[in-house]
């Protein structure tokens, strides 16, 4: 089945850690998203990637950074540079970032303490 | 920018109600608009879209009309059900450079149905 895959469904960490979080897709799409929601908020976007071995800032990227090296895979992490890391956060990726529809992943929440 | 404002929720219906959840945006240009649902614990899922003004966006019973007069792509259903309960999210997409864009989502409106 063709799809999104976020792993782990759950993380904790101590505050000061960097965190990594996972995201695959074998859906053969250009473009990875990655998007961060808090309670009774919308969702704001983290960063962005068009092809391999570029990816942009999006609304919200300072204290995460991201790696684009293979088509398929667009790990976030969460520095100990961030503020506020807890939060439930949502891989998407779509045919073109011209092609207006995303697909999501189901999610990681992550905690920290 | 570009924004959307959803109906602030929650929302609590009988089951066979008729839902309509409100979402008006700004935008420049002419963007398309999405209707995303989210079940507790899982990510966001692609309800319906429309494209261009006056379009009709439609599944699973549930339908919006882009309306560029008001600027406004309300969800309605005629007849809820208890497995419809889940967090709806309207959405827009707008530009960001290079030809990209991105979707711009509203707060979300968490919908209760009981039996």
């Known amino acids: 089945d063709g799809g999104i895959t976020q792993s782990p469904k759950y993380l904790f960490r101590k505050e000061g850690q960097n965190v990594t979080l996972s995201c695959e897709q074998n859906l053969n799409h250009d473009a990875m998203y990655w998007y961060r929601q808090d309670p009774g908020q919308g969702l704001r976007l983290i960063y962005y990637s068009q092809i391999v071995n570029d990816f942009q800032k999006g609304d919200i990227a300072e204290g995460y950074s991201v790696s684009r090296e293979k088509k398929e895979s667009f790990p976030l992490t969460v520095t100990s540079a961030q503020k506020n890391p807890t939060a439930f956060y949502l891989c998407?990726?779509?045919?073109?970032?011209?092609?207006?529809?995303?697909?999501f992943g189901p999610g990681t929440r992550l905690t920290v303490t | 920018g570009d924004s959307v404002t959803q109906m602030e929720g929650p929302v609590t219906l009988s089951e066979e109600a008729f839902l309509t959840i409100n979402c008006t945006y700004t935008?420049?240009?002419?963007?398309?608009l999405f209707w995303y649902v989210q079940y507790p614990g899982e990510g966001l899922q692609l309800l319906l879209k429309a494209t261009k003004a006056d379009d009709k966006g439609s599944n699973k019973g549930f339908e919006a009309t882009y309306r560029k007069e008001t600027t406004s792509f309300h969800l309605e259903k005629g007849s809820v059900q208890v497995s419809d309960s889940a967090v709806y999210f309207c959405a827009l997409n707008t530009a960001l450079i290079q030809g990209a864009q991105k979707l711009v989502f509203g707060q979300g409106t968490r919908l209760t149905i009981n039996p």
């Open positions: 998407a990726s779509s045919p073109g970032l011209a092609m207006n529809e995303q697909y």
């Open positions: 935008a420049t240009g002419y963007p398309s």
